[in-house]
């Protein structure tokens, strides 16, 4: 309890962090503000906290080599594109369909084809029908996923392979002028690979009578959503 009969000094403005009744604020000699109480060392890592944070930022954001934006706009490219997001997610649902050891090799397969399909499209070499590639892989990846076909492994890792450098070359061509070319790619790839596994775990759902119709319905919402493209495409 503050004592009215001790005199305080008119010019004290202090913040009393050491007090166990809470945080006041001394203003004219007198008590103006009481909550409760915030302890010392934790204003002090808020503090610090907050002044990384200030000068993170900037770093990050800043782009003189090229890697902090440019290996984002990577990762974001396959994102917000629709018909790479589901010809993707299809070969996530497809190797999870297949089980053992599709699941991790078609998901291999994909991103490393695409990279080489990148380089492609970065160098310029020429490559026809690109959009109709794309819109082709998810009408035939998603179509493997709701007829549930199983044709031999290295079928469908060739079937994968080969769809994927179209959108690869896709990614590689539409690489900003002056971006870090080999950020940009481990962006889309590293993307890529996440897509994929969201299709396994999705496709997961597969080992359950009631999961394998959702799989196979999901296969053909894809199918037709790629067949769509196809039409936009032509």
């Known amino acids: 309890m503050w004592c009215s009969q001790r005199k305080w000094p008119a010019t004290i403005f202090r913040l009393d962090l050491q007090t166990t009744r809470g945080m006041v604020l001394m203003k004219y000699g007198r008590p103006v503000l009481a909550r409760k109480s915030i302890p010392a060392t934790a204003l002090l890592a808020y503090v610090l906290l907050l002044t990384l944070a200030l000068l993170t930022t900037p770093a990050f954001a800043h782009s003189e080599n090229g890697v902090a934006i440019d290996f984002w706009g990577g990762f974001t490219h396959p994102i917000f594109g629709p018909d790479h997001v589901i010809a993707m997610v299809a070969v996530g649902l497809w190797g999870a369909f297949l089980g053992a050891p599709a699941i991790w090799l078609l998901p291999v397969v994909f991103p490393l084809v695409m990279a080489f399909g990148g380089?492609?499209?970065?160098?310029?070499?020429?490559?026809?029908?690109?959009?109709?590639?794309?819109?082709?892989?998810?009408?035939?990846?998603?179509?493997?996923?709701?007829?549930?076909?199983?044709?031999?492994?290295?079928?469908?890792?060739?079937?994968?392979?080969?769809?994927?450098?179209?959108h690869g070359y896709a990614h590689g061509a539409e690489l900003p002028i002056g971006a870090d070319a080999v950020a940009f790619s481990m962006g889309f790839v590293i993307a890529t690979g996440t897509l994929h596994l969201v299709g396994i775990a999705f496709g997961g759902l597969s080992h359950w009578r009631a999961g394998q119709i959702a799989v196979r319905a999901a296969g053909g919402i894809i199918a037709l959503i790629g067949l769509a493209y196809l039409g936009y495409s032509i």
């Open 119 to 166: 380089v492609l499209g970065i160098v310029g070499m020429p490559l026809h029908g690109v959009e109709t590639g794309i819109a082709i892989s998810a009408i035939a990846l998603g179509m493997m996923v709701a007829l549930a076909a199983k044709p031999p492994l290295w079928v469908a890792a060739v079937l994968v392979g080969a769809f994927a450098i179209f």
